[in-house]
Structures are given as structure tokens and as C-alpha cells.
């Protein structure tokens, strides 16, 4: 396409400037006259162009390349003033939006359009190396095209980047002692592990411990637990801390392994205090903050650690994501139970502790700041379902197959404290399907299990049907073998689980994953359904174990 297409008979300008000067200035504010920023100046004045005369708009880029540097240079938005969001899609575009409605204008450089535009086409998808492209001919096309190489699209922007976080008071860091938002934790972003400069990995100076031989420990008392262990049979700590040794105590030490021990000095003089926490200390903070509803504590601690029970019968809930973040603060440790496990009043889910006898303060902060957000840790009630059972299919309803959909899966609610109200057997007809439904709805049913009809035979038709009946919120298909047509969703209040014909065959399945979680009123995504795909292949073992082997976790 001619370069002189728009040149011809009318001046080219960005803002206020000739295409000439916004080129200096973009030299003098980037540092080069980059040609993804002058083509974002002509996407800009495009946006402003469509939105209402006198719209105080706010904007987003979905690139950090070049385009937040374009609407700062053209708009009062800036990445300084909160004006300007940069949410890096790492696609060419931007949106000028009204501030208070959030309706507004997106453009973005169409791969389409940028196909009669040769040098702008090979720059945008870097067809060549920078420096085998024409800049000559690459930068006539942006002035001859301007805005012609991009599309627009109304959008409204999502009510939470509309909402406007302040900053909170600003207190001091006790880690590096510098000022920071409080609302970002107990201590700041950098001491929390966000700096983006390489860690000083040396050990910081441990405090200055008094080790006496045992004899001379007579009549003092012991910093730690010391823990005897006999195989096979015990492992237990025969002296907890703040114990005093007296005479008889030399020789049980001495079998222990114990020629020396460490005795409790002043706070001054074992570094306890300011600088250090002792491990005591520091394991009984990590799992009160780390302990939720269902969750209780085995308090004092022993041997620096403790542990998180179960206060009730339930599901035990663990937030993944921030025990690994918890994990990665060096010299302290949690351990649990897997996620969405049933667990019994008074059984252990969890054990934390710091790693060394004392704990830098730093690290101790640092580590209470990942569970700042709430509790790693909770155990949900199972409530106790009134469960509807429908068994969709001909062969089953015309007596050909005898049902045996209803005793498994019955019993397997039952087991779980709950009821089966009722059960219906319905061919594989839509309406007979959609009128069983209701029924069992109209009965009181408040967790609807249906069986079978969920695969991709043409006569299956159960999902289409419970749409009809007004199903919302269909999850359908799940990383799990045996159960991967599994369906979820809701009618009403009343929840639903589509169990596919495997759970005839196999004795575990899906239903014995899901089941728990929808009793303990725990949602299911499509983002936990991805991350149970590694585990949740059954081994079919000849003897099954579940729920104490791999499966679903």
C-alpha cells in the first residue's frame, strides 16, 4: 500500500505536534524513537477521539512495551498518579475508560489490517531481527497508516480496578527499618522476600550459647527439649525447656548421648529478645496464626514443634499456595495432611516449627507475614444432605440391566452422615429426565446425584437435560480417571454432581472425591479441577486403600 495514502493534501499530527516533532519528543523521552511508542501516540488520539467530549477517563495498557510511555506522554494518566494500570496481556492494545462508569474504548493493532503495511507487519510480528529491518520505510508506513492499522471495540472495565486501594498509615519496617504502607503486613515487601536485588544468603551470627558439661548442670535449667529415642518403640522429649537437672538426671543424660547441654542464661546473655526467638516461641506463634475454625492447637510445645489437630469431624481445608510460601522462608517448616481430606476429632492435620534453636527476628517476621492474609488451616462440618438419586437410562428403565446405581452410590452417602430421600429411574428421554429432577426437587432434595447419561453417545443426554431444568453453573469434565465426564453445578439452592457410568465398575471414582467437598459446602473450580489432574489417575490396585493411598491428591 502507498505510504502517501494519508499524507497526501492534509498535515499529520499526534496531540498538539506534528508527526515530526512527536517523534523528537518521544527521542527525548524514551531514549530512542522507538516506533511501537509513535504508533501507540496515534492510537491514543484514536481512543480519545471516540469517548464523550469532556470524559474524565482513566487507562489501562495490556503491554509494559512502549504504550504506557505513549499515554503518559499524550494524557494526564500516569503510572505515578494511579491514572494508568498496566496489566501486562502482552497484547498491543489499550483502553481509555470513564472513571466513574468504567465504560470506554479499546484499541489494539489488528493482525489483519497490519497485512498491507510490509514494514509494519514485520515489525509487529518480528518476522526479521531489528537490525535487517527497514527503519525508513517501517517509519513512513506508521505515518501513512496512523490509527488505520488498529480496531476498536467498546468495553466495560471489571468493578474491582475501578476501586481505588489507599495506602493505609505508614509505619516501620522492625526488619530494615524503613517506612512502608502498613497495610502491606507485618513487615514490609523487600524484607518479605519481594526485593529484586540477590539475597545475602550468609547465616546471620547465631547468639552466644553457654554449654555445660553434665555434671555442671546441676541445678540449672535446660534451654530446649532434649528428646530420648528408643527404636521401635518410643521418641519423646524426657526434658522440656525451663526443666532444672537435678543429681539424677546426669546418668539419664549421659545414656541419652548427652555430655554437654545448653543452660538457660539472662535474655541479654543468650541473644533471646530483640534480635532472636526461641523455637518455642516462635512454633506456638506460626500455628495460632496458622490454626482456623476447626482446628485446634497441642500446646505447650514439644521438641520446638506443634501440632495442629482436628477440633471436630470434617473436611480439612489447606491454602496450598500459602504453605508453599510459608516453606519458602528459610529455617521454618509446616507439614499437613493433603487438601480435602476427611479427618476425625483429635487426629493431627498439621505440625509446624522453626528449624534452628533460635530464629532471626527477621526471618520470624517474615514469616508470620505469609500468614498475615488468615489461617492455612480449617476443618468444614459435613452437613447432613438430603439426597435425590437419578438414574438416567432406557436399558436400566425398561428393566434390561438391573440398577445397581442406587444401592453405591446410597451407601456411600450414607456413610458420610447424610440421607437418601428419594431415587428415580428415567430413560434417556429429555423430558422424562427434566421431570425427575423437579420431582425429587419438589420433594426437598437439596444435592441432586445423577448417574450415567454424561458421555458422548448421542443418546446421552442427561446434561442437556438438567439445563432444561434449570442447572447453572455446569462444571463438566475433570482431569480424574476413573470420572472424567463428572458434572457439577446447582439448581437453585440445591447442588448437583453427575457421576459418570465408570463409578458402576470401579470402587473408587470421582463421586468419592467430590462427595466430602460438596457436603462440606466447598466450591469447586475449574482451576482446582486442573491442579488434581497430577494424582488423580487410580492405580486400580487389587486391594484398594482409599482414601490412604495417592488418589485425588
Same mark, same amino acid.
Given at each position: 500500500m502507498s505510504t502517501e495514502k494519508r499524507a497526501e493534501g492534509q498535515s499529520i499530527s499526534?496531540?498538539?505536534?506534528?508527526?515530526?516533532?512527536?517523534?523528537?519528543?518521544?527521542?527525548?523521552?524514551?531514549?530512542?524513537?522507538?516506533?511501537?511508542?509513535?504508533?501507540?501516540?496515534?492510537?491514543?488520539?484514536?481512543?480519545?477521539?471516540?469517548?464523550?467530549?469532556g470524559t474524565i477517563f482513566d487507562a489501562i495498557s495490556e503491554t509494559t512495551h512502549c504504550l504506557p510511555d505513549a499515554v503518559q506522554l499524550l494524557t494526564p494518566c500516569t503510572i505515578g498518579n494511579g491514572w494508568l494500570r498496566v496489566i501486562n496481556l502482552g497484547r498491543y492494545a489499550l483502553t481509555l475508560y470513564d472513571k466513574y462508569s468504567g465504560s470506554g474504548v479499546r484499541i489494539y493493532l489488528d493482525t489483519e489490517k497490519v497485512a498491507d503495511w510490509p514494514a509494519i507487519r514485520t515489525?509487529?510480528?518480528?518476522?526479521?531481527?531489528?537490525?535487517?529491518?527497514?527503519?525508513?520505510?517501517?517509519?513512513?508506513?506508521?505515518?501513512?497508516?496512523?490509527?488505520?492499522?488498529?480496531s476498536l471495540e467498546t468495553v466495560q472495565v471489571a468493578p474491582h480496578l475501578m476501586q481505588r486501594k489507599g495506602r493505609g498509615g505508614i509505619v516501620v519496617c522492625p526488619v530494615c527499618k524503613e517506612a512502608y504502607p502498613q497495610l502491606d503486613g507485618r513487615i514490609c515487601r523487600a524484607c518479605q522476600g519481594e526485593a529484586p536485588y540477590v539475597e545475602n544468603m550468609a547465616a546471620p551470627v547465631a547468639p552466644a550459647l553457654r554449654a555445660v558439661s553434665v555434671d555442671q548442670a546441676v541445678g540449672r535449667k535446660v534451654l530446649h527439649d532434649m528428646t530420648r529415642i528408643e527404636p521401635g518403640k518410643?521418641?519423646?522429649?524426657?526434658?522440656?525447656?525451663?526443666?532444672?537437672?537435678?543429681?539424677?538426671?546426669?546418668?539419664?543424660?549421659?545414656?541419652?548421648?548427652?555430655?554437654?547441654?545448653?543452660v538457660q542464661e539472662s535474655e541479654a546473655e543468650s541473644g533471646e529478645g530483640a534480635d532472636w526467638v526461641h523455637e518455642n516461641e516462635a512454633a506456638e506463634a506460626f500455628a495460632r496464626d496458622m490454626a482456623g475454625e476447626g482446628v485446634a492447637l497441642r500446646l505447650p510445645p514439644r521438641e520446638g514443634k506443634v501440632d495442629l489437630l482436628a477440633a471436630r469431624d470434617g473436611l480439612l481445608n489447606v491454602e496450598r499456595d500459602r504453605l508453599e510460601a510459608f516453606n519458602l522462608v528459610p529455617e521454618v517448616m509446616c507439614a499437613s495432611r493433603h487438601d480435602a481430606v476427611l479427618v476425625k476429632k483429635g487426629m493431627t492435620v498439621a505440625g509446624t516449627r522453626a528449624i534452628p534453636l533460635y530464629l532471626s527476628r527477621h526471618l520470624f517476621f517474615r514469616a508470620m507475614s505469609v500468614l498475615e492474609p488468615g489461617p492455612l488451616f480449617s476443618v468444614s462440618p459435613l452437613r447432613k444432605a438430603k439426597v435425590g438419586i437419578l438414574v438416567t437410562g432406557t436399558e436400566?428403565?425398561?428393566?434390561?440391566?438391573?440398577?445397581?446405581?442406587?444401592?453405591?452410590?446410597?451407601?456411600?452417602?450414607?456413610?458420610?452422615?447424610?440421607?437418601?430421600?428419594?431415587?428415580?429411574?428415567?430413560?434417556?428421554?429429555?423430558? @422424562?429426565?427434566?421431570? $425427575?429432577v423437579? &420431582?425429587? %426437587?419438589?420433594? !426437598? #432434595?437439596?444435592? =441432586?446425584?445423577? /448417574?450415567?447419561? *454424561?458421555?458422548?453417545?448421542?443418546?446421552?443426554?442427561?446434561?442437556? @437435560?438438567?439445563?432444561? $431444568?434449570?442447572? &447453572?453453573? %455446569?462444571?463438566? !469434565? #475433570?482431569?480424574? =480417571?476413573?470420572? /472424567?465426564?463428572? *458434572?457439577?453445578?446447582?439448581?437453585?439452592?440445591?447442588?448437583?454432581?453427575g457421576i459418570p457410568a465408570c463409578a458402576l465398575f470401579f470402587k473408587t471414582t470421582s463421586l468419592d472425591l467430590f462427595l466430602p467437598r460438596l457436603l462440606a459446602a466447598r466450591s469447586v473450580s475449574r482451576g482446582e479441577l486442573a491442579r488434581m489432574g497430577a494424582g488423580a489417575l487410580c492405580m486400580q490396585c487389587r486391594t484398594c486403600s482409599f482414601p490412604k493411598c495417592p488418589f485425588g491428591k
Open positions: 499526534i496531540g498538539s505536534r506534528t508527526f515530526d516533532d512527536f517523534v523528537l519528543q518521544v527521542r527525548d523521552f524514551h531514549g530512542s524513537a522507538a516506533p511501537g511508542l509513535v504508533l501507540g501516540g496515534f492510537m491514543v488520539e484514536e481512543a480519545r477521539r471516540h469517548l464523550p467530549e515489525w509487529y510480528l518480528k518476522h526479521l531481527p531489528k537490525k535487517e529491518q527497514d527503519s525508513t520505510a517501517l517509519f513512513a508506513e506508521i505515518k501513512a497508516a496512523g490509527a488505520e492499522v488498529c518410643t521418641k519423646d522429649a524426657v526434658f522440656v525447656k525451663g526443666q532444672e537437672i537435678n543429681v539424677g538426671d546426669i546418668c539419664r543424660l549421659q545414656q541419652m548421648g548427652r555430655m554437654r547441654v545448653y436400566v428403565f425398561q428393566g434390561l440391566v438391573e440398577d445397581k446405581f442406587v444401592p453405591i452410590v446410597g451407601s456411600k452417602v450414607q456413610a458420610l452422615g447424610s440421607e437418601v430421600l428419594a431415587s428415580r429411574i428415567v430413560p434417556d428421554s429429555k423430558e @422424562a429426565i427434566v421431570n $425427575a423437579r &420431582e425429587l %426437587l419438589d420433594l !426437598g #432434595a437439596d444435592l =441432586l446425584i445423577t /448417574t450415567a447419561g *454424561l458421555s458422548v453417545d448421542p443418546d446421552d443426554v442427561t446434561r442437556q @437435560a438438567l439445563l432444561e $431444568a434449570g442447572a &447453572e453453573d %455446569l462444571l463438566y !469434565g #475433570a482431569p480424574i =480417571l476413573p470420572g /472424567t465426564m463428572t *458434572l457439577f453445578g446447582r439448581i437453585g439452592s440445591a447442588q448437583v454432581l
